[in-house]
C-alpha cells in the first residue's frame, strides 16, 4: 500500500532533551516535506526537499533541523525543543516537477512541557 | 511573499445543500496552484481539488468543484450535494513556483442533518 508513515505518532516530551520523527514513504517520491499544525494557524511549512542531499527551509524552520540521505526517509529532528514547539506535526510527499497531489502522513502529535 | 486568507472559520450546511468555502490569496508569482485539503476529526489530511494559474477552466473532482476568479485572486470550493460525512476542516494551500506550500487558517464545516 503506497503509504506515508510517521513515527512516533504521539510524544511526550521535556524541554530540551533531543528528539527525532522519523517519516518515510514507499512511492519513490523525490518531493517531501514537514509541517507544523497549530488552531487558527492552517499548516505551516517547516522544510522541504526536492531530492536526496536537497534541503530547503519553509516559513517556520527556526529550531528544527532535517536531512535527506535516503529517498524515502525524511527526519525531523528537533536538538532541544521548547514549549512553543508542542504541536502537530505532519510528513508529506509528492513525485517531484509539476505533479502537485502531494500524501500526507497520518500526524505526529507532539508536546513539550 | 504569499499569504492564503480563509474568512470564514465556521459554516453550517443543511444536509443535501450545495455550500461555498472562501479563499483568497495573494503572491507576486505569476505561475502558482491552489489545493484544497479536507481534514476530518481523525486528523489525516485528504486532497480535494487542484488549480493550476494558467489552467483556463475550473477544476472539478465529483462534488467537489473550485471557483477560480484570477483577477480576484479566489479560489472557492464550491461543494454540491452536502453530505454529513463533509463535516470536516477544510484548508485551501497555494504552491509557488519555488514549491513551498502555504495553507490558510481553515474553515471548520458542519453539515446539519
Known amino acids: 500500500e503506497a503509504q506515508v508513515t510517521q513515527n512516533p505518532r504521539y510524544l511526550i516530551t521535556v524541554t530540551g532533551k533531543k528528539l527525532t520523527v522519523t517519516c518515510s514513504q514507499n512511492m519513490n517520491h523525490e518531493y517531501m516535506s514537514w509541517y507544523r499544525q497549530d488552531p487558527g494557524l492552517g499548516l505551516r511549512q517547516i522544510y522541504y526537499s526536492m531530492n536526496v542531499e536537497v534541503t530547503d527551509k519553509g516559513d517556520v524552520p527556526e529550531g528544527y533541523k532535517v536531512s535527506r540521505k535516503e529517498k524515502r526517509n525524511f527526519p525531523l529532528i528537533l536538538e532541544s525543543p521548547s514549549p512553543n514547539q508542542t504541536s502537530l506535526y505532519f510528513c508529506?510527499?509528492?513525485?517531484?516537477?509539476?505533479?502537485?497531489?502531494?500524501?500526507f502522513g497520518p500526524g505526529t502529535r507532539l508536546t513539550v512541557t | 511573499a504569499q499569504k492564503i486568507t480563509q474568512t470564514q472559520p465556521g459554516m453550517f450546511v443543511q444536509e443535501k445543500e450545495a455550500v461555498t468555502l472562501d479563499c483568497t490569496y495573494d503572491t507576486s508569482d505569476p505561475s502558482y496552484g491552489l489545493f484544497w485539503y479536507k481534514q476530518p476529526s481523525s486528523g489525516e489530511m485528504i486532497f480535494l481539488i487542484y488549480?493550476?494559474?494558467?489552467?483556463?477552466q475550473n477544476a472539478t473532482e465529483g462534488r467537489y468543484s473550485l471557483n477560480f476568479q484570477k483577477a480576484r485572486k479566489s479560489a472557492n470550493l464550491v461543494i454540491s450535494a452536502s453530505q454529513l460525512g463533509d463535516s470536516a476542516m477544510y484548508f485551501c494551500?497555494?504552491?509557488?513556483?519555488?514549491?513551498?506550500?502555504?495553507f490558510g487558517g481553515g474553515t471548520r464545516l458542519m453539515v446539519k442533518p
Open positions: 488549480q493550476g494559474s494558467y489552467d483556463q
Open positions: 508529506a510527499s509528492k513525485l517531484g516537477g509539476m505533479s502537485y497531489e502531494q500524501y
Open positions: 494551500a497555494m504552491r509557488n513556483a519555488g514549491n513551498m506550500l502555504t
